[in-house]
């Protein structure tokens, strides 16, 4: 990485402090092209843009739209369940009581409206196990992979 018109250079050793890191670490990550530095005189130096942290207020979370999408799965899944629990009641109720043979063909209808509905809220469960899961495991990787470059 190239310095873009730093107006400050900062020392390996003093960033390497600053960032709790060992200093070859640091020369490492400059020349991997991870931290914008260069060599003058011997001396290695890291661009004073590096250092700067981001506060809380400048970093954005991510959107979490698979959350969302979970979530509305989730309890559409639900009122399905109950919209087709209450439909196939009310069809049994129609078709014993007062027999009507057409209410036998509602409740069947019913029947399939809950196992899909059930079907749903067992994929919503899965997938945020899936979201989980994924996201646990790029935490993960990133952090080992980090480790292993630049143990």
Do not use: H
Request: hydrophobic share 45%; aromatic share 12%; glycine share 8%.
């Amino acid at each position: 990485m190239e310095i873009q018109d730093s107006k400050e250079l900062i020392p390996v050793e003093r960033f390497a402090e600053q960032k709790g890191m060992d200093t070859d670490k640091v020369i490492r990550m400059i020349k991997d092209g991870f931290y914008s530095g260069k060599l003058i005189e011997g001396q290695w130096y890291v661009d004073g843009s590096e250092s700067t942290d981001l506060s809380r207020d400048q970093i954005k979370p991510p959107k979490r739209y698979g959350k969302i999408i979970v979530t509305v799965m989730y309890v559409l899944g639900w009122i399905g369940v109950a919209v087709g629990s209450i439909s196939y009641f009310w069809s049994l109720w129609s078709w014993i009581i007062k027999g009507d043979s057409t209410a036998m063909i509602l409740a069947i209808n019913s029947v399939g409206v809950v196992a899909s509905s059930l079907l749903t809220v067992i994929l919503a469960l899965l997938m945020r196990a899936v979201f989980d899961i994924a996201k646990t495991v790029l935490i993960c990787s990133a952090y080992y992979a980090s480790e292993r470059l630049y143990a």
